[in-house]
């Protein structure tokens, strides 16, 4: 399993990003994706979650009402959809696959992933 994590950027705080990861070496599409960033000097946090069949979607606190999270599964691909952005904002952003059924608050546990994009920056900055 491969994910590929893009679209971060540069962008000014009220501005907006999408950012997409496309998952590859799957034949199966019931699989969930988590959203993580970390930012420097702190540790990584869960931001958002989709289960398959979209049939689930969480948010962190401090993202909610900005950010929306979305999957295409004929693309293999996954949303995070980033309005609003504040410069507390800015981090490193990772997608992770997990084959596992989460919920409550499971979602955020980044043990609960067992593959990892690379994670792309996102910087909010006037």
């Known amino acids: 399993v491969q994910l590929q994590a893009s679209g971060g950027g540069l962008v000014r705080p009220g501005g907006s990003l999408r950012l997409s990861c496309g998952v590859s070496?799957?034949?199966?599409?019931?699989?969930?994706i988590g959203w993580f960033r970390q930012a420097p000097g702190k540790e990584r946090e869960g931001v958002s979650f989709i289960s398959s069949a979209s049939a689930r979607r969480y948010y962190a606190d401090s993202v909610v009402g900005r950010f929306t999270i979305s999957r295409d599964d004929a693309k293999n691909m996954v949303y995070l959809e980033m309005n609003n952005l504040k410069p507390e904002d800015t981090a490193v952003y990772y997608c992770a696959h997990t084959w596992a059924t989460l919920y409550g608050t499971n979602w955020l546990l980044d043990s609960k992933y067992k593959y990892w994009g690379q994670g792309t920056q996102v910087t909010v900055s006037s």
């Open positions: 070496g799957l034949d199966r599409k019931d699989y969930a």
